[in-house]
């Protein structure tokens, strides 16, 4: 009688649960759900307020309060940019900036609005000083501070004070009102620092501004397209120096050339394109 076959012994690790990489605590649909919801109720409450509505807007303001408010959609986002959900845009950045990086002494002044980060890319490269701000605070290295209430520096002070980049990653879309869009670019200048005289030529990109949006706001939308926002950068002494489209993002990198055009252009809210599955993210640009 043939004797049993006898089994080889297991390895203890196989008889524990396999440990998995930790996951976010939000998962990547609920993330853009809490985004998405975010920017409707924004954008509901924007044109409640405009037109006066005090019913419409307590109502909304609950509704976003209900929802987790700033807070949560700072959390999703946070989440969002991660590098296990490869969201990090600031990759982009130093990518672009490593040879400038090279060619200068001294890091470049990097103003990072709507930071929620402090571990991004560009933390990490050692190309940038940066000086992080946000309309609320996540971190004690990000200063709680609106872009648009921030003092401007005088001309004289901008060698020091001034940036040599400004990052507005997924920050103009997040502001929902198209005139404040255009506000906030035209603002941006303000705090470059001007072009030297005696640079490098890898350093002529600068000043800057790192520009991402989400493409449909640039692909798809029936008040912009990439065409008219070279136009209304243009005019603000903007030239598009490097871009790169992605299926959910649009990189730009604008460099300031000098001061806004002497005859100000008027971009106002007009139909581009057609089509009912357009959307409606438009950028207004009034005489200042």
């Not at 409640?48 to 987790?68: F, W």
């Not at 290295?141 to 401007?152: G, H, R, S, V, Y």
């Not at 990109?205 to 008219?228: H, K, Q, T």
Request: proline fraction near 5%.
């Amino acid at each position: 009688m043939a004797g049993k076959r006898r089994s080889r012994p297991h390895l203890l690790s196989s008889t524990r649960p396999t440990i998995s990489k930790p996951t976010s605590s939000l998962s990547s649909r609920r993330t853009r759900s809490i985004v998405r919801t975010h920017h409707t109720l924004r954008k509901q409450l924007d044109a409640a307020t405009s037109a006066n509505d005090s019913d419409v807007v307590a109502e909304l303001q609950g509704k976003i309060a209900a929802a987790g408010g700033l807070k949560q959609y700072q959390r999703a986002s946070a989440q969002g940019q991660s590098a296990d959900r490869g969201g990090d845009s600031s990759k982009i950045l130093v990518d672009w900036f490593t040879e400038v990086g090279k060619a200068r002494d001294s890091p470049m002044r990097l103003l990072e609005v709507g930071a929620l980060r402090v571990d991004n890319a560009c933390s990490k490269s050692g190309l940038f000083d940066i000086e992080r701000i946000d309309l609320r605070s996540q971190h004690p290295l990000i200063k709680e501070q609106d872009f648009m209430k921030q003092c401007t520096p005088k001309t004289s002070d901008l060698p020091t004070e001034g940036f040599d980049v400004i990052s507005l990653s997924l920050v103009v879309n997040f502001v929902s009102n198209a005139q404040e869009r255009g506000q906030m670019l035209r603002r941006a200048s303000q705090f470059l620092r001007r072009r030297p005289g005696e640079e490098a030529n890898a350093t002529k990109i600068l000043p800057a501004i790192f520009l991402v949006l989400p493409a449909p706001c640039v692909m798809n939308s029936r008040y912009l397209d990439e065409g008219r926002l070279e136009a209304i950068m243009a005019s603000l002494g903007y030239r598009l120096g490097i871009r790169k489209l992605t299926p959910k993002l649009v990189y730009y990198l604008w460099s300031f050339e000098g001061s806004e055009s002497s005859v100000q252009k008027e971009f106002k809210k007009k139909e581009i394109r057609s089509g009912l599955t357009r959307n409606n993210f438009a950028i207004v640009l009034n005489p200042d």
